[in-house]
């Protein structure tokens, strides 16, 4: 079904006003809302290629210091950004913005099998790019599987719609006022330095002259279905991109192969891929406007909850509703109405429409009809940093807090085979503490980890991992007989956490709790390894398992963020 837009009467997406740039330094910046102060932030420190501090944010924004204080601090309270000692970076469930425009869009579930099934036939990187306002915006990418360096860009990068084949199919739906901010954009940054994600032009072409060349490449697009650019986005690099259309013709999406001229020429590529390309535009089509069933909404970020009670005055109500109401909009497919949203959002009608006029003022909404959603825009806010997490980017933060609070050592572990692999850990500086970093591994079997992943296994699957791991005495401790260890894992599978006392080292105890994905399957386990002293086993599980399990509980809230729509990655 078409973005917003009943099957009756399907429309192309509208593209979004670009939004106001963070005030210069003498501004009258405070006289801005505090959802407009509170964006221009978050748009800063999303940028950033490094942590940022309030004093740096204060003199970018030209707002005051304490001003900004208030606004770190609601945004740290709501999971958008995360605290590292006096600087500020970019939190994991940042990403709900973007994820709300993904799926009230319909590309998150129109895109990814076919973006998938296109990687793996032309074993080349595919992305789909949207336009945002007048430049493209990457919303999917697939990378063909083992490859160590793929190519492509991230998604929410942004690329000059002049430089990509992307640009040329999409812009053949341009009309006056896109035009006519193409220029304008252009004659600001002629270099393209405002585009991180492209190497930076070395001369600017005459206005004159690109303008003729980019239509005369867009026309041709138009005609022939399908644009190529060679080496025109970097060197190196050649693109075929291909339109998804609207049942009135417009492109509302392209689909692009990325390679690398070692392996295509520009006409090789279109040779290898066109076609299949073709086909599986056809099938982006049927899912957005067809007869596919619709997606069931992802988990999203509650109702607003006031934390003023808590807070006080560094509690910014103003700017937690605005954030509430852009992720709301994510809850449905097509959309939502005004009264939808303040149901949604959990706050009054004239509240819930005070900010979805100034989401849509600043161009992170766009409206059609009666119905509001999410535009392409809100992957500006730290998406594409954030979409390349791994798992363990994500644990480690929260690793570090748990061995803070606790004075022990805190792991994350993953189950290969009958082994588990040590993928992040946060060390605590004790004597005691066991000698183990990223890389390691050790035998399933003998570990707390690994029972509580081999406990989530089906049945006959923990059987022939024990039987394939050949236990032997570790120390006098250690279980070793099938029976017993699948004793052992049927009891962990029933309380959820498993303790292991000098099974693995004599002297060494260790409690673990799983971690789940989205689906509820267990991807990962952490754990809290410490000296096995005079306390008795009942003691550290009482004392600890409450901090452990509150531990993994942040981390799955981070990855269900990070991975809405697709795997967690390991690695």
Avoid at 163 to 187: F, H, I, K
Avoid at 292 to 321: C, H, I, M, N, V
Avoid at 468 to 477: D, E, Q, Y
Wanted: proline content about 9%; glycine content about 8%.
């Amino acid at each position: 079904m078409a973005p917003g837009v009943s099957r009756a009467a399907p429309q192309a997406p509208q593209a979004p006003q670009a939004p106001a740039a963070p005030a210069p330094a003498g501004s009258p910046a405070e006289a801005a809302g505090p959802l407009e102060r509170g964006l221009a932030v978050l748009r800063l420190v999303a940028d950033a290629p490094h942590s940022v501090r309030p004093s740096d944010l204060a003199r970018a924004t030209g707002l005051a210091r304490s001003t900004v204080d208030r606004i770190a601090a609601t945004l740290t309270h709501l999971g958008h950004l995360r605290a590292v000692g006096r600087d500020l970076v970019p939190a994991p469930r940042l990403m709900e913005f973007g994820n709300a425009y993904l799926h009230a869009s319909g590309m998150s579930q129109a895109l990814r099998p076919s973006l998938d099934r296109l990687a793996l036939a032309l074993d080349e990187s595919v992305s789909a790019i949207v336009l945002d306002s007048c430049d493209a915006r990457i919303v999917g990418k697939a990378v063909p599987p083992g490859r160590v360096i793929p190519l492509g860009f991230r998604v929410g990068d942004l690329l000059p719609a002049e430089r990509c084949a992307a640009g040329a199919v999409l812009a053949a739906g341009w009309g006056p006022d896109t035009y006519e901010a193409w220029r304008a954009r252009r004659a600001a940054d002629p270099l393209d330095e405002t585009f991180p994600a492209v190497p930076a032009r070395r001369t600017a072409p005459a206005p004159e002259q690109a303008e003729a060349g980019f239509a005369a490449w867009t026309t041709a697009a138009d005609a022939d279905g399908w644009a190529l650019d060679d080496q025109l986005v970097a060197p190196g690099l050649v693109a075929l991109a291909i339109p998804v259309r609207d049942p009135g013709g417009r492109p509302v999406c392209a689909i692009s192969v990325l390679a690398h001229t070692s392996r295509h020429s520009g006409e090789e590529l279109r040779a290898h891929a066109l076609a299949t390309m073709t086909e599986e535009a056809a099938r982006i089509t049927d899912e957005l406007y067809g007869t596919s069933p619709e997606a069931t909404a992802p988990p999203t970020a509650p109702a607003y909850a006031d934390a003023k009670p808590e807070l006080g005055p560094s509690f910014l109500q103003a700017l937690a509703r605005g954030l509430a109401v852009l992720t709301a909009l994510g809850r449905q497919r097509g959309g939502l109405t005004l009264a939808e949203t303040a149901e949604a959002s959990g706050l009054s009608y004239p509240s819930t429409r005070r900010n979805l006029l100034t989401l849509r003022q600043l161009g992170y909404v766009e409206q059609l009809g009666r119905r509001f959603l999410p535009s392409p825009r809100v992957l500006e806010l730290g998406y594409a940093r954030l979409s390349t997490l791994t798992l363990a980017d994500i644990a480690q933060p929260h690793l570090t807090e748990l061995a803070g609070r606790v004075r022990e050592s805190a792991s994350l572990a993953v189950l290969d085979g009958t082994e588990v692999h040590y993928v992040a850990r946060a060390a605590a500086q004790q004597i005691t503490s066991a000698r183990i970093m990223p890389g390691t591994r050790l035998p399933a079997y003998a570990t707390s980890m690994g029972r509580v992943l081999l406990a989530d296994l089906p049945e006959a699957d923990r059987r022939d991992r024990i039987a394939a791991s050949h236990p032997r005495s570790l120390t006098p401790h250690t279980l070793t007989s099938p029976e017993a260890l699948g004793a052992e894992l049927g009891r962990v599978a029933g309380e959820q956490h498993a303790l292991v006392e000098q099974e693995l080292e004599v002297g060494l105890r260790s409690l673990a709790v799983p971690v789940r994905d989205r689906s509820g399957q267990a991807v990962a386990a952490v754990n809290i390894a410490l000296h096995a002293g005079p306390e008795p086993p009942e003691h550290t599980r009482d004392t600890l398992l409450p901090a452990l399990r509150a531990c993994a509980a942040r981390i799955e809230g981070d990855l269900a963020v990070a991975f809405a729509d697709g795997p967690v990655r390991t690695g």
